[in-house]
């Protein structure tokens, strides 16, 4: 295991995530969704008895819509500037768009009610931080970002104008997920070192680390997906191989950090070549 030397910046306390969940589409809704909007179900999120989504039209105007439950378009939002999304989540009866303003050169968190009627916006970091991921709880904002540092990226949390930044010596880190984890959260992203490991990380809501785990499948990681079932931690890794090839792994942790299991999964790199 790796020595993790943490940098810290005042204290953080999670409270427990509330976003919906789409509800399941059948294979011709999706076909459907994907001919007319060009987007994929998993774009779609539950909102007040209805669907939205964002979606950046390609003449690089950003719209955000709400769909009936026929997904037929009831509201519509254009949002103003020049704004790389990254996530859209649902709290409550409130809408929350992580983004990247490319005129400030900052990410940004833009808030609108349930009309689409922007309250807020507000940015996160310094000027050329990457935003990641972005959580919201009963006590406030959360957002993760990528920030830079001697040459080298380093993993930075804030929670409203209260960074926390952190990282491995010598080693780049970057996060790609946040999710809420008992008291505290799990962190999911990557770490360069010779290759490239996926790195999963647990803290308290004091922000002190409690354990990480540098997982190594091949020769690069990547974190895919970061799941919270329960005191089990679910995290999807794309790994590339020693032959080129990109692998899919389910690996499952308890909350102590101990791997569980650790299981392949099938992909089309895996049906021999006469069969392709």
Not at 46 to 58: A, D, G, Q, S, W
Request: overall charge positive.
């Amino acid at each position: 295991m790796k020595k993790f030397s943490l940098m810290l910046v005042g204290a953080l306390f999670i409270g427990c995530n509330s976003q919906p969940q789409v509800k399941s589409i059948d294979v011709n809704t999706e076909l459907k969704i994907l001919k007319k909007y060009n987007i994929d179900k998993s774009k779609l999120l539950k909102f007040n008895n209805n669907y939205v989504f964002e979606i950046l039209e390609t003449d690089g105007t950003l719209n955000i819509y709400i769909l009936d439950k026929n997904y037929n378009i009831v509201k519509k939002h254009t949002i103003k500037g020049v704004i790389e999304p990254k996530k859209l989540v649902v709290f409550k009866d409130k809408l929350y768009l992580l983004g990247y303003d490319q005129k400030e050169n900052k990410p940004l968190v833009i808030t609108l009610d349930k009309n689409l009627n922007e309250l807020n916006r507000k940015f996160y970091g310094q000027k050329f931080d990457t935003p990641r991921d972005i959580l919201i709880t009963k006590d406030g904002i959360i957002v993760g970002v990528t920030t830079y540092k001697n040459g080298n990226s380093i993993i930075k949390i804030i929670k409203n104008n209260t960074p926390h930044i952190f990282g491995i010596s010598n080693q780049n880190t970057n996060i790609n997920f946040i999710k809420s984890f008992k008291d505290g959260f799990i962190i999911g992203g990557e770490v360069q070192n010779e290759t490239g490991n996926a790195l999963i990380v647990c803290l308290d809501k004091n922000f002190k680390v409690l354990w990480l785990r540098d997982l190594d499948l091949g020769l690069e990681e990547n974190v895919k997906k970061l799941t919270i079932k329960d005191d089990l931690i679910i995290t999807t890794i794309l790994s590339q191989n020693y032959t080129g090839m990109e692998e899919e792994w389910d690996i499952r942790i308890d909350k102590n950090g101990k791997v569980l299991t650790q299981n392949k999964n099938f992909t089309i790199n895996d049906i021999p070549l006469q069969f392709k």
